[in-house]
C-alpha cells in the first residue's frame, strides 16, 4: 500500500468520477483505475462500485476512506516534523559533561539556546566512566570530558583545549599567594578529592605514584560543588584542572609544577552513530570544527 494510491483513492472518493479525478491528480484515466485495483487487490474488497461511467463507495471504501485520510495527515504531520528537525524548530540534543568542563559547555548552550530555542536540551553531568557509558549505549549524542590514556575504536575524540592541573586553596590560605606548587610540598598539605570514578583523581593518583609521593588524602566525594565548599573552608585543599574552578567559585588556583601536569578537553562522540544536525550546529558554539 502506498500513499499515492491513498491520494488517489481518496480524490476519486470526493469526486466520484475517476476522469475528473485523473484530471485534477494531472495523471491519466488508466494509471488511476490502475492503481485503485491494486489496492483493492491489496486489501482483498472492492472500495467502489461501477456501474456503468459511474462509481459510488461501497461500505468497505466508505470504512476506509475515515482511515486513509488518517493516514496522509499524519504522513503530512511526519513531512513537517522532519522539516522542523532539519532547521532546528524542534528536536533533542543529549549532552554528557564532567563538572571540570561546566564553564566549557554552559556560555555555548546559552548562546545556542537564544538562537534555537525549539531544541529541547538534556544536560548529564557525571564522571568521565559514566559518561562513556552512556554514550556507549546512544543515551548520549556527545559528551565533553577530560580524556587520557588509550583510546577506544569506538569513539571519535576532538580535543578542545589543554589545561594545567591546579593545587585548588581558599583565598585566605598560606599558600594562595604562590605561583606554582610542587606535588612534594602537596604531599603536607590535608587533600579532599573526587572520589575514584573520575579521571581526575586517577589522573593525580598516577602523577603522586610516577614521583615516589604519597599524598595526604583525608576526604574523597562524588559530589564536586560539595568538594569545592569544603575547601573554601580553610580546612582542605583539593586538586583540580585550573578550568574547573571559575571567578564565581571565590577560590584561589595554583599550578602544579612538573612535565605532563596539564589534561586535554575532548569532545566525544560515537562513530557509528547518526550525527544530528543539532550536534554539528553546537559542535560551532564549542569552535569545534567537524569537516
Not at 585566605?172 to 590535608?190: M, Q
Not at 559530589?223 to 583539593?238: A, H, Q, R
Request: aromatic fraction near 10%.
Amino acid at each position: 500500500m502506498e500513499l499515492r494510491q491513498l491520494r488517489y483513492f481518496l480524490k476519486a472518493k470526493d469526486l466520484l468520477n475517476f476522469t475528473e479525478a485523473a484530471n485534477h491528480l494531472y495523471i491519466s484515466q488508466s494509471t488511476l483505475s490502475q492503481q485503485i485495483k491494486q489496492l483493492e487487490e491489496e486489501l482483498g474488497i472492492p472500495l467502489f462500485n461501477r456501474i456503468g461511467k459511474r462509481i459510488v463507495l461501497t461500505e468497505a471504501g466508505q470504512l476506509f476512506s475515515d482511515y486513509a485520510e488518517k493516514s496522509l495527515l499524519k504522513s503530512q504531520e511526519g513531512f513537517l516534523a522532519l522539516q522542523d528537525l532539519k532547521e532546528l524548530k524542534t528536536g533533542v540534543l543529549n549532552i554528557g559533561v564532567t563538572y571540570g568542563l561546566r564553564s566549557t559547555l554552559i556560555p555555548a548552550f546559552i548562546n545556542f539556546s537564544k538562537e534555537y530555542p525549539g531544541v529541547k536540551t538534556n544536560m548529564i553531568f557525571g564522571t568521565t566512566s559514566e559518561l562513556m557509558e552512556k554514550l556507549n549505549h546512544l543515551e548520549l549524542d556527545f559528551a565533553l570530558t577530560f580524556a587520557e590514556g588509550t583510546k577506544e575504536e569506538v569513539f571519535n575524540y576532538v580535543p578542545l583545549f589543554t589545561s594545567p592541573m591546579t593545587l585548588v586553596t581558599a583565598k585566605e590560605s598560606d599558600w594562595a599567594g604562590k605561583k606554582e606548587i610542587s606535588l612534594k610540598e602537596i604531599t603536607h598539605l590535608p587533600l579532599a578529592m573526587p572520589t575514584k570514578g573520575y579521571s581526575t583523581t586517577k589522573f593525580v593518583t598516577e602523577a603522586f605514584k610516577e614521583n615516589g609521593l604519597k599524598p595526604n588524602l583525608l576526604i574523597e566525594i562524588n559530589d564536586i560543588l560539595t568538594l569545592l565548599e569544603l575547601v573554601k573552608s580553610g580546612n582542605w585543599y583539593t586538586i583540580l584542572a585550573r578550568t574547573t574552578v571559575t571567578e564565581k567559585d571565590d577560590l584561589m588556583t595554583i599550578p602544579i609544577q612538573g612535565k605532563n601536569m596539564t589534561r586535554t578537553a575532548m569532545l566525544i562522540s560515537l562513530k557509528e552513530a547518526y550525527e544530528k544536525k543539532a550536534m554539528k550546529i553546537f559542535y560551532k558554539f564549542l569552535n569545534v570544527s567537524r569537516d
